[in-house]
């Protein structure tokens, strides 16, 4: 257990609405990381946390924006939802050397 | 954005077989990792190589950091149901900070018991 967890676990919600996910984790590690899993993708980096407010981009970071105002959260905010970004969000925490350990995942559907 | 070339993209053998593959690169890597993902559930890490020629065991498991540290393998022993998932390498390359991982797409094991 890696102590993480993530907040909705499920969410459907509509175009245009925003939308944001959390993540908190017990262990008080500085690096933290947001990403994204579709089928023939794997997984891609939207943004990543290398301490409190201190934030920056990946590979996918366009329609998101991230916060991390606590060692312990990192949100991920989608100002305005759209279908594309229909996926499965997944955090992570990175410990020793460059080890990152998953959260249990947040199932987004916008239609 | 740059990925980790991983083979086979899915393998579907019987129940006490050993499994073998691989994930390669054309540029030089300083870590490797594995991870197992069961349906529904997050990347789990199985075994974290750093040193070119490493070999690490974790149970059945057994992964190598390629000498040349352009590649690695992962090796599974007599595999069970329970090995059933996709499974995933990722490296690093960089000596900066930032720590973000570079991902193979994964191989789908199927295991008929």
């Known amino acids: 257990d890696a102590g993480i967890t993530q907040s909705p676990r499920h969410k459907v919600t509509e175009t245009g609405t925003p939308v944001t996910l959390r993540c908190h984790q017990t262990?008080?590690?500085?690096?933290m990381y947001w990403y994204r899993q579709d089928p023939g993708h794997g997984l891609r980096l939207i943004h990543y946390?290398?301490?409190?407010?201190?934030?920056d981009k990946g590979e996918v970071s366009d329609g998101y924006s991230v916060s991390r105002s606590k060692t312990e959260d990192f949100l991920l905010t989608l100002e305005s939802a759209t279908s594309s970004q229909t996926s499965v969000y997944f955090c992570?925490?990175?410990?020793?050397?460059?080890?990152?350990?998953f959260g249990p995942g947040t199932r987004l559907t916008v239609t | 954005g740059q990925q980790l070339n991983q083979s086979p993209q899915s393998m579907f053998i019987q129940e006490g077989e050993d499994v073998s593959m691989n994930c390669t690169s054309s540029s030089i890597f300083n870590t490797w990792l594995w991870y197992k993902q069961d349906p529904g559930e997050g990347p789990v890490l199985l075994i974290a190589l750093y040193k070119a020629g490493e070999l690490t065991s974790n149970g059945r498991l057994t992964a190598q950091f390629g000498i040349t540290r352009k590649d690695s393998f992962l090796n599974i022993s007599a595999s069970i149901p329970s090995d059933v998932g996709i499974y995933f390498c990722a490296g690093q390359k960089n000596a900066g900070n930032n720590r973000k991982l570079i991902w193979g797409l994964g191989t789908s094991l199927a295991v008929n018991p």
């Open positions: 946390s290398y301490g409190v407010k201190d934030t």
């Open positions: 262990e008080n590690h500085r690096y």
């Open positions: 992570a925490i990175g410990r020793e050397e460059h080890e990152q350990y």
